[in-house]
């Protein structure tokens, strides 16, 4: 079974702080990790996907295999990063692998 | 990218009453997909909507209680049928741009249901 875990629900930091959001998974097969996220009354969106190896909006987020872990992390907040951040996981290949599994969210504020 | 908009934003339903949610995409895809999203919990996949055959259901959904249609490949709906309280949620409307769903969802609005 998939499974993914955001232990916080709540993050708080202030403006220019490092800011790291936590996500472990559970899957048997090779997993694709995803970040997306909901800014204020907007749409949930994509961040950012293990498999690009990106820097968004100065966010990054490694896959640490060993640890089955997919954090999220940012060197320096910005108060327009405040958002619900979602970790979620797909199984590569395709057919019944696709689905996409969700964490819980966490939501980051970021103080001025 | 795609746009995704859903009809309607919001509704506030009678217990025993069914609702029909709308997904339109501006661009043809494969796939669409519709989640639920209850009071402070994250997205569980319902069903993955296929044109020109019938829906793939999560466990724990049905096709009785959410009958899916997919008449062609830019349009989809969901009936929440024969409402209870415990339907009350946000349902969202995804879609994919590739023919495997390990590419990036694009996500519509969400429709926040509220049944009384």
């Known amino acids: 079974a998939q499974r993914v875990t955001q232990p916080e629900k709540l993050l708080s930091v202030f403006k220019g702080a490092p800011v790291e959001l936590k996500c472990n998974y559970s899957?048997?097969?090779?997993?694709?990790l995803f970040w997306y996220v909901q800014y204020s009354r907007q749409r949930l969106q994509l961040l950012l996907r293990?498999?690009s190896r990106e820097s968004i909006k100065g966010f990054t987020a490694d896959l640490n295999k060993g640890e089955t872990s997919f954090h999220l992390k940012k060197p320096f907040a910005q108060e327009e990063d405040s958002a619900m951040y979602y970790c979620a996981l797909s199984g590569m290949g395709g057919g019944s692998n696709y689905k996409l599994t969700f964490g819980k969210g966490t939501l980051l504020t970021v103080n001025p | 990218s795609a746009v995704i908009s859903q009809k309607p934003s919001r509704d506030i339903c009678q217990r025993g009453t069914s609702l029909t949610i709308q997904c339109q995409v501006d661009?043809?895809?494969?796939?669409m997909f519709w989640y639920r999203q209850q009071p402070g919990q994250s997205l569980t996949l319902i069903a993955t909507?296929?044109?020109?055959?019938?829906?793939?259901?999560e466990s724990g959904f049905v096709i009785d209680k959410f009958p899916i249609s997919r008449p062609n490949l830019t349009f989809s709906t969901l009936t929440v049928s024969n409402m209870s309280p415990e339907d009350s949620s946000i349902y969202l409307c995804?879609?994919?741009?590739?023919?495997?769903?390990?590419?990036?969802?694009?996500f519509g609005p969400g429709t926040r249901l509220t049944v009384l």
């Open positions: 909507a296929n044109q020109g055959s019938e829906a793939t259901y």
């Open positions: 293990h498999i």
């Open positions: 661009s043809q895809v494969t796939m």
């Open positions: 899957y048997s097969g090779s997993p694709e």
């Open positions: 995804s879609v994919s741009l590739s023919r495997t769903s390990t590419d990036t969802q694009y």
